[in-house]
């Protein structure tokens, strides 16, 4: 009971002292003057390291990184020594990569370039009739059907062929009222007033006219094709009755077709009416040529995609309606736009990186925005410029989701970068542990540039081991996560070694 309560104010006092130094750092850090970080950031006001004669940007605490120092000495956050921050490796500057190193990774260059971009977007449709070259046939009459010339739907009709034969007996009263003024010369008032009923009783005048050659009331007459093409509706059958208003026939002209094609919405602002599309059908060697003659208002929810009509001739009759076609419409021309090969970027899900290769060779990653595809190139909207290089191969090698800066860092070094976190040793003594959080006392460790101070950790995942007190030197393995530094293996060593 007396240890843990002694584990217990231990830890409260460290962490009281820690949270004091650090209160006691942000009163007495002073900040570099206005204007002071960006020159020193411009490397406009280096400083020399006394030890290695190095220019120096500023001196920080690696634990507080955010506040810089004009000059080295102690931290006032935590009990080491502040680490310099040299010019030649600021942030942004870029990191060189050996001749040896680039060739172990495959690495290969590409030039940023203009090209004209006139990739053609393709889409696919259905081939459906020409509603402009439709016509119905229509019954004007009540009467009855003797004979029906065209007995199937989809038979091939031609202009003025005889479709069916219509017996209409409410002629009969009218036409032989007409035929009788006419024979007793009662006046040419009377016989156009007749006349004009006739017409008004939808009679045809070639019935008229044969009805006014045999002196007998015509009351038969024939349906006949207004147009050549296909009968795609036939809505009557041998002696069935007609009514005023009744679809009889519906006869469609394939002669010209057109094609329903489904252009992705986001896309659909590249076409244009007008510009010329090649339809491509399955079975048939050739392309057919046709033009874009609308693209309709109207989005299909679930596709999100907009129709776009093309008109095309229909030689041979080969285009059926309900074939499915391949469509590409020819773009037309634009001005030069800068290019690079898809496999150089990066793609992160939020943006897209490319590393490019500055004049001093060093390697630096650029945000760019891409626009257009162009067969294994893609544009650049922004970000580069004509002639820049950029890496086209191996460049994943260079990157890291956590820090881009630490990965290349690391390839500097000879060393690839790897997916997991880096693991530090270091040496110390057990300040205070429980189940969540050890502190240790520990010297100077160079990989992760720290020097000799008292600090608190994660306790490992796996429990600290029961030969460790507070007090035992201990040789310990910790790993950064965040702002967070997990231990990963806690292990005693010899009495005298120091930390």
Known sequence: MKTTTRIALSCFAAAGIAMGAYQL????????????????????????????????????????????????GKSPFMDMQLVPVYADEAAGAGVSVS??????????????????????????????????????????????????????????????????????????????????????????????AARARLRLLSIADDVVARSEQSGIAQTRFSLVAP?????????????????????????????????????????????????????????????????LSAILPDVDPATRTLKARIELRNPGLMLKPGMFVRVTFQQPSSAPVLVIPQEAVIATGK????????????????????????????????????????????????????????????????????????????????VAMDADEVTISHGPIDSIQWGAMTMPFKAPKAGMSKDLKVGSQVKFEFTQQGDAYQLERVTPTAAGAKP
């Open 25 to 72: 750092g942000m009163r007495h850090a002073t900040p570099l003057p206005p204007g002071e970080d960006a020159a020193m950031s411009s490397g406009a006001n280096t400083k020399l390291d006394p030890k290695t004669g190095r220019p120096v940007l500023y001196w920080h605490d690696p634990m507080v990184p955010a506040t810089k120092f004009d000059k080295p």
């Open 99 to 192: 001749s040896g190193v680039a060739q172990n990774l495959g690495m290969r260059t590409a030039m940023v370039r203009k090209v004209n971009i006139q990739s053609p977007l393709e889409a696919v449709g259905v081939v459906a009739q020409n509603e402009r070259g439709t016509e119905v046939v229509q019954s004007r009459i009540t009467g009855y059907v003797e004979r029906l010339q065209v007995r199937a739907v989809f038979d091939s009709v031609r202009k003025g062929q005889t479709l069916a034969t219509i017996y209409a007996p409410e002629w009969a009263s009218a036409l032989e009222e007409y035929l009788g003024i006419r024979r007793t010369q009662a006046g040419p008032a009377l016989v156009d």
């Open 351 to 430: 943006r897209n990186v490319v590393i490019v290769v500055n004049v001093d060779g060093k390697y630096t990653p650029v945000e760019i925005q891409l626009g257009r595809e162009n067969g294994s190139d893609v544009e650049v909207k922004s970000g580069l410029s004509e002639g820049q290089k950029v890496v086209a191969s191996g460049q994943f090698l260079l990157d890291s989701e956590a820090s881009f800066k630490s990965g290349l860092s690391r390839l500097d070094s000879g060393t690839p970068a790897v997916a997991t976190p880096q693991v530090h040793v270091g040496n110390g003594k057990l």
């Open 227 to 291: 147009t050549s093409g296909v009968v795609v509706e036939l809505g009557v059958r041998d002696g069935a009755m007609v009514t005023p208003g009744m679809t009889l026939f519906r006869i469609t002209d394939l002669s010209n077709v057109w094609i329903m094609a489904d252009v992705p919405a986001a896309v659909a602002s590249q076409i244009r009416v007008g510009s010329n599309a090649e339809v491509f059908v399955t079975g048939m060697p050739d392309s057919i040529a046709g033009k």
